[in-house]
C-alpha cells in the first residue's frame, strides 16, 4: 500500500511510501528478537553510555531534525528545537540515573537473602502518534532499552520521514543492530504483532479509542500495555491569583504545538471576580502570537496537522456557538494555504458545550466563570479524562490541598503542566493507565522479580 506524508502549511506532498508486508515485518521481528539475547547481558552502565551517546548524537544533529518535524506535522521551528533538545535532556537523566534506578533492591523478609531484580522483558512494540515525533518515540524507547529490551516502533503515518530519521539516530549513536528497529505497518499487520508471542509489551500514545483497541488486542494475548491517551486538562484560577500572570501561562499552555497536545490546558475555569480581567489579557495576548510559515523564527502558531483536524475543531466550535457561547477572538481560517485557524477565546461557556465537554485538540480556549473553589474543583473533576491540570494561586497550601483533589496524573500549582524526566507521567480515567518517565517508566517493561534465599535445613 502506498501513502504520502503532506506538508500541512502548504498542502504539498513531500513524500511517498510502501507499507511493509507481512513478511517484511515478520523479519525485522526476528531480527529485534535475536539482537534482544546480546543486547539483555549486557550491564545497565554500559546501556546507559549507549543512551548518553544518544543524547549526544540529538544535540549534534538538532538542526537537521527539526525542519523535518516541522515539513511533516507543523510545529513551528522554535518548539522543533526545543523538542530535540528534550529528548537529550531526557537522555542525560537516564544515563545519570538509570542504574540506579535498575539496581538490586534488598528487602527485610524471614530468609537469608531477600531482593527485588529488574530484568528486561523482551521485545516491546511502541505505537506513537504524530504530534510530537521525536519526543513521544524517545520517551518510551530510552527508558525500555535501558531496561535491556530491544523495540519496535511503529509510528503516526503523517510523521513517516522522522520514524525513519529515529532508527538512523539509534545507529549513529552506536546501539547495536536490530535493538530499535521502525517498522511501516498497517492496523492488521500490527494486530498481528500484538499476537505474536515475540512481542512481550506494547506501548500506545494515542486517542482514548485506539488506547481501547490496543488494550483489547493486548489483553486478549496477556500482553503488558502502557497507555497514555487523551486530556482535557483544567486550568483553575483561584480568586487570588495575578490575572495577567494566569492569563499570560494560559496563552502558552493553551498554544504550545499549535494546540495540539494532550497536556494542553483545554478547559478554563475561572472566579467570578478574576473572570474580566483574566479574559481581557488572555484575548489581547492571543491576538498578539503570530499564525504563519512554521518554519519563521517568529511563528508561534503552525497549521494543524490536516484539513480533518481543522474541520472537528471549527465543528466543536459551531455547535458550542448554537449552545450560547461566543467566541471573542480568533477561530477563522486565515486567507493562505494550509491548514491554519486562528487562537480562540470562547466565552459564555457552559459544561455541555462540545468546547467543554470534549477535548479539542487545536488552539481554542473556552473560559468558564464559577464561583467557589468548590465548583471550580467538581468542574475538573466532571471529565471522562484524568491527564493533568492546574491550580493558579498566591496560596501555595491552597493551592495543594486543591490540587491534591483533582483527579488526574499530573497536578501542577501556579506552573502550567508539562513533562519531566525526573516525574512520572501518565493518567486515570480515560486518559491511560501506566506510567511514562522517572524510575516508574523504567520499571513498566521489565520482570520485578523477587528472589529469595534460605538456608539449607
Given amino acids: 500500500m502506498q501513502y504520502q506524508t503532506v506538508n500541512p502549511a502548504t498542502e504539498e506532498v513531500i513524500r511517498e511510501y510502501s507499507t511493509m508486508d507481512g513478511q517484511q515485518v515478520g523479519r525485522i521481528l526476528g531480527?529485534?528478537?535475536?539482537?534482544?539475547?546480546?543486547?539483555?547481558?549486557?550491564?545497565?552502565?554500559?546501556?546507559?553510555?549507549?543512551?548518553?551517546?544518544?543524547?549526544?548524537?540529538?544535540?549534534?544533529?538538532?538542526d537537521d531534525y527539526a525542519p523535518l518535524m516541522t515539513q511533516e506535522m507543523g510545529k513551528p521551528i522554535t518548539e522543533a528545537r526545543a523538542e530535540v533538545e528534550k529528548c537529550a535532556w531526557l537522555c542525560d537523566v537516564y544515563a545519570e540515573n538509570g542504574p540506579q534506578w535498575l539496581a538490586d533492591?534488598?528487602?527485610?523478609?524471614?530468609?537469608?537473602?531477600?531482593?527485588?531484580?529488574?530484568?528486561?522483558?523482551?521485545?516491546?512494540?511502541?505505537?506513537?502518534?504524530?504530534?510530537?515525533?521525536?519526543?513521544?518515540?524517545?520517551?518510551?524507547?530510552?527508558?525500555?532499552?535501558?531496561?535491556?529490551?530491544?523495540?519496535?516502533?511503529?509510528?503516526?503515518?503523517?510523521?513517516?520521514?522522522?520514524?525513519l530519521v529515529i532508527?538512523?539516530?539509534?545507529?549513529?549513536?552506536?546501539?547495536?543492530?536490530?535493538?530499535?528497529?521502525?517498522?511501516?505497518a498497517d492496523h492488521k499487520t500490527v494486530q498481528a504483532l500484538i499476537a505474536d508471542n515475540v512481542i512481550r509489551g506494547v506501548s500506545l500514545t494515542g486517542s482514548t479509542a485506539a488506547g481501547r483497541r490496543i488494550g483489547q488486542w493486548a489483553g486478549r494475548h496477556l500482553k503488558k500495555v502502557v497507555l497514555e491517551l487523551g486530556g482535557s486538562d483544567p486550568f483553575?484560577?483561584?480568586?487570588?491569583?495575578?490575572?495577567?500572570?494566569a492569563a499570560r501561562n494560559a496563552v502558552t499552555g493553551r498554544t504550545l504545538n499549535t494546540g495540539q497536545s494532550c497536556i494542553?490546558?483545554?478547559?478554563?475555569?475561572?472566579?467570578?471576580?478574576?473572570?474580566?480581567?483574566?479574559?481581557?489579557?488572555?484575548?489581547?495576548?492571543?491576538?498578539?502570537?503570530?499564525?504563519g510559515d512554521p518554519m519563521a523564527e517568529e511563528t508561534r502558531i503552525g497549521p494543524l496537522v490536516n484539513a480533518a483536524a481543522r474541520e472537528e475543531i471549527?465543528?466543536?466550535?459551531?455547535?458550542?456557538?448554537?449552545?450560547?457561547?461566543?467566541?471573542?477572538?480568533?477561530?477563522?481560517?486565515?486567507?493562505?494555504?494550509?491548514?491554519?485557524?486562528?487562537?480562540?477565546?470562547?466565552?459564555?461557556?457552559?459544561?455541555?458545550?462540545?468546547?467543554?465537554?470534549?477535548?479539542?485538540?487545536?488552539?481554542?480556549?473556552?473560559?468558564?466563570?464559577?464561583?467557589?473553589?468548590?465548583?471550580?474543583?467538581?468542574?475538573?473533576?466532571?471529565?471522562?479524562f484524568g491527564l493533568g491540570g492546574s491550580v493558579w494561586t498566591r496560596d501555595l497550601e491552597r493551592g495543594i490541598r486543591?490540587?491534591?483533589?483533582?483527579?488526574?496524573?499530573?497536578?501542577?500549582?501556579?506552573?502550567?503542566?508539562?513533562?519531566?524526566?525526573?516525574m512520572p507521567f501518565g493518567g486515570v480515567k480515560n486518559s491511560g493507565l501506566g506510567r511514562e518517565l522517572a524510575r516508574f517508566g523504567l520499571h513498566e517493561f521489565v520482570n520485578i522479580k523477587g528472589l529469595n534465599v534460605y538456608r539449607h535445613p
Fill in 31 to 62: 531480527c529485534t528478537r535475536q539482537a534482544w539475547e546480546h543486547w539483555r547481558r549486557t550491564s545497565v552502565e554500559e546501556r546507559a553510555a549507549h543512551v548518553r551517546r544518544l543524547g549526544e548524537v540529538l544535540r549534534r544533529n538538532r
Fill in 105 to 163: 533492591e534488598m528487602v527485610e523478609a524471614d530468609g537469608e537473602l531477600h531482593q527485588v531484580v529488574y530484568q528486561p522483558l523482551g521485545v516491546i512494540l511502541s505505537i506513537m502518534p504524530w504530534n510530537y515525533p521525536f519526543w513521544q518515540a524517545l520517551r518510551f524507547a530510552v527508558p525500555t532499552l535501558l531496561a535491556g529490551n530491544t523495540s519496535l516502533l511503529k509510528h503516526a503515518s503523517n510523521v513517516t520521514g522522522c520514524a
Fill in 167 to 184: 532508527e538512523e539516530l539509534f545507529r549513529d549513536a552506536g546501539f547495536p543492530d536490530d535493538v530499535f528497529r521502525t517498522i511501516l
Fill in 236 to 245: 483553575i484560577v483561584l480568586d487570588d491569583a495575578d490575572p495577567e500572570v
Fill in 264 to 291: 494542553a490546558a483545554k478547559r478554563f475555569i475561572v472566579m467570578e471576580s478574576l473572570l474580566e480581567p483574566f479574559v481581557r489579557h488572555f484575548a489581547a495576548r492571543m491576538e498578539q502570537l503570530v499564525v
Fill in 314 to 384: 471549527e465543528d466543536q466550535l459551531a455547535r458550542s456557538v448554537a449552545m450560547g457561547a461566543q467566541v471573542l477572538t480568533g477561530g477563522r481560517r486565515p486567507p493562505r494555504k494550509g491548514y491554519f485557524l486562528t487562537p480562540a477565546v470562547v466565552t459564555d461557556v457552559t459544561p455541555d458545550m462540545p468546547v467543554f465537554r470534549e477535548e479539542v485538540f487545536g488552539p481554542v480556549a473556552p473560559v468558564i466563570a464559577v464561583r467557589s473553589a468548590e465548583e471550580a474543583l467538581r468542574l475538573a473533576n466532571a471529565s471522562e
Fill in 402 to 422: 486543591l490540587v491534591r483533589q483533582v483527579e488526574s496524573g499530573s497536578v501542577f500549582v501556579n506552573s502550567i503542566v508539562k513533562s519531566d524526566p525526573r
